[in-house]
Each structure stands twice: as structure tokens, then as C-alpha cells.
């Protein structure tokens, strides 16, 4: 048994919670919205006021928010993890965030004498809820390593990617798949439907060909049942495309296919669909028919 600390419970993260209180861990948490975590506490989480209450006396603590701002906070603001977590402690940030950020969290927890690592996931809500979320890591690697079965409890494909920031610059490569993967689901949907094709019966056909991918096996399902729920949202998911872009420009990299996809996911969000699921861009082309 290992004490852990979470903090933010959201789609993802409650799920990750229940299984690592599934597989016997004692976790405390924290989370802005209290109400959100009962049925956790019911399955015999502990909870905690601030993050600087949870992360007292862990030996892991895991951080799973919404912003870069949001990371920065709870780690170093006033009730922040830094200001209680112990010594030989390791955090870790799942959050998707800025590969700069993770450095600077790297540089000030290793003044502490605490371990820092960065490990966004990739899989939504099904691979939390499967317990099969490819993690991809950044920071020390015997670190890493040390805490590799927790990793196993939610994830299944766990990957080292480098020192500080490796993980999240991983992560934007994921972002920008997925962003030109999304365009290419939805054209090939409103094509089919357009042409009087039964589009379950294409959906046979293509996910398992070249065209194959996570997107079209999971997603486009749930687009032609009208399942716009979020099993990751709009308004995180533009707040990724930025950074990849912002991180891009520091590059002198073009990324003309992302700020494609952005400006197509920012006019969903001036719509009033930031809450709903990625596959939501199906509406971008749905609104222009």
C-alpha cells in the first residue's frame, strides 16, 4: 500500500482513483468541487481542504487539473503541494500542460529534495474507466521506475520519454494526431451520410483498414448515435492546441493543419459547446449543410 495523494477528480481522474483504490492504495483528495468526489469518498477515499493538506506526509502525489495556471497553483500557491509535501516525496503532473512548466516543477521540487515528474495520459474517459491509459513520462527515469506499478494499476501503455518536459512535449505530438485525426473522422462521416451510405456499416469497412484509428473506433460511434459528451472537452483540448502551438513558434515550426483544427474548435466553443466531447466538431460541418 502506498499513500497517495489526487488532486482533481475529474472525467479522467475519478476513474484513475477508483483504481488505484481498487487495487488497495490509501488516497486522500482534493478537488475544487467537493460534490464531485463523494462517491470516491464512499469507496473509501479520504478528503483533504486544500492541496497542501492532501499532500501531507505522501510518498506519491498526483495532480490531474484543468490550466497550466491551474497547475502552477496547486503546486506552488499558498496551500500548494510544495509547501507541505515532504522530503523524497514524488509528484507527479498528469495534467496535459506546458513542456516549460513541467521543467520549472522539475527545477523547484528538486531544491525540496523531492521528486518531480510529467506524465500527461491519452485515452479519455474508456481508458480510465479500463484502466488502459498510454502515460507518457518525463523526469528522472530510476524515478520513474520506482513507481512504475502504480502506473500499471491505470495504465497500459506506459512510456519513458526523456528528462523534465519529454512527457508533455509527447503529449502535443498526441494532440496534434488527434486534432487532423478529428477533421478527417467527421469529413468522412458528413461524406457518407451525404452520399446515402449506412454509415455503421461503412464504419466496418474503414476501422479496420488504413484509415483505422482510435478516433473512428470510439468516436464516430458515438457521433452517429448524437453522443456529444465529453470523454475529453472542447475547451481542454483547445487550451492543448496552444500550447503545441505556442511551443511550435518557439521551434520556427508551421503547424498549418493545427491552426486549422484550433480555429475550427474555437468557433464550437463561441457556440456553447466547450463542455461537450472532442467529437463535437462534427457540429462545425452539420451547422454549414
Known amino acids: 500500500m502506498t499513500t497517495i495523494a489526487f488532486i482533481g477528480t475529474g472525467v479522467m481522474g475519478a476513474s484513475i482513483v477508483k483504481?488505484?483504490?481498487?487495487?488497495?492504495?490509501?488516497?486522500?483528495?482534493y478537488s475544487r468541487t467537493?460534490?464531485?468526489?463523494?462517491?470516491?469518498?464512499?469507496?473509501?477515499?479520504?478528503?483533504?481542504?486544500s492541496p497542501a493538506q492532501a499532500a501531507m506526509n505522501k510518498e506519491v502525489i498526483f495532480t490531474m487539473v484543468g490550466y497550466p495556471q491551474?497547475?502552477?497553483?496547486?503546486?506552488?500557491?499558498?496551500?500548494?503541494?510544495?509547501?507541505?509535501?515532504?522530503?523524497?516525496?514524488?509528484v507527479v503532473d498528469m495534467t496535459t500542460s506546458e513542456p516549460t512548466l513541467a521543467k520549472k516543477l522539475y527545477a523547484?521540487?528538486?531544491?525540496?529534495?523531492?521528486?518531480?515528474?510529467?506524465?500527461?495520459?491519452?485515452?479519455?474517459?474508456?481508458?480510465a474507466?479500463?484502466?488502459?491509459?498510454?502515460?507518457?513520462?518525463?523526469?528522472?527515469?530510476?524515478?520513474?521506475?520506482?513507481?512504475?506499478?502504480?502506473f500499471e494499476v491505470f495504465g497500459g501503455n506506459i512510456v519513458y520519454q526523456g528528462q523534465a518536459g519529454a512527457g508533455q512535449h509527447t503529449k502535443m505530438c498526441n494532440q496534434i494526431a488527434i486534432a487532423g485525426g478529428m477533421i478527417g473522422t467527421c469529413e468522412a462521416?458528413?461524406?457518407?451520410?451525404?452520399a446515402g451510405l449506412t454509415m455503421e456499416e461503412v464504419l466496418k469497412s474503414i476501422s479496420s483498414g488504413a484509415a483505422g484509428s482510435w478516433s473512428l473506433s470510439n468516436l464516430a460511434p458515438r457521433i452517429l448515435k448524437q453522443d456529444l459528451e465529453p470523454g475529453f472537452?472542447?475547451?481542454?483540448?483547445?487550451?492543448?492546441?496552444?500550447?503545441?502551438?505556442?511551443?511550435?513558434?518557439?521551434m520556427s515550426l508551421q503547424l498549418p493543419?493545427?491552426?486549422?483544427?484550433?480555429?475550427?474548435?474555437?468557433?464550437?466553443?463561441?457556440?456553447?459547446?466547450g463542455e461537450k466531447g472532442t467529437q463535437a466538431l462534427i457540429k462545425y460541418y452539420e451547422n454549414k449543410i
Open 19 to 29: 483504481h488505484l483504490l481498487k487495487a488497495g492504495h490509501d488516497v486522500t483528495l
Open 70 to 90: 491551474d497547475v502552477e497553483e496547486v503546486y506552488c500557491g499558498v496551500n500548494g503541494i510544495f509547501s507541505t509535501a515532504k522530503k523524497g516525496a514524488i
Open 233 to 250: 472537452y472542447i475547451k481542454h483540448f483547445i487550451k492543448d492546441m496552444k500550447i503545441a502551438l505556442d511551443e511550435a513558434e518557439k
Open 34 to 49: 467537493k460534490a464531485k468526489s463523494l462517491p470516491l469518498l464512499e469507496l473509501g477515499a479520504k478528503w483533504a481542504d
Open 189 to 194: 462521416i458528413i461524406y457518407g451520410l451525404k
Open 129 to 150: 474507466q479500463n484502466g488502459t491509459l498510454s502515460i507518457m513520462i518525463g523526469g528522472a527515469q530510476h524515478v520513474v521506475e520506482s513507481i512504475r506499478p502504480i
Open 257 to 273: 493543419g493545427l491552426q486549422l483544427a484550433k480555429k475550427m474548435y474555437d468557433i464550437l466553443l463561441t457556440e456553447g459547446y
Open 108 to 127: 523547484v521540487a528538486s531544491e525540496k529534495g523531492i521528486h518531480s515528474i510529467d506524465a500527461p495520459v491519452s485515452g479519455g474517459d474508456i481508458g
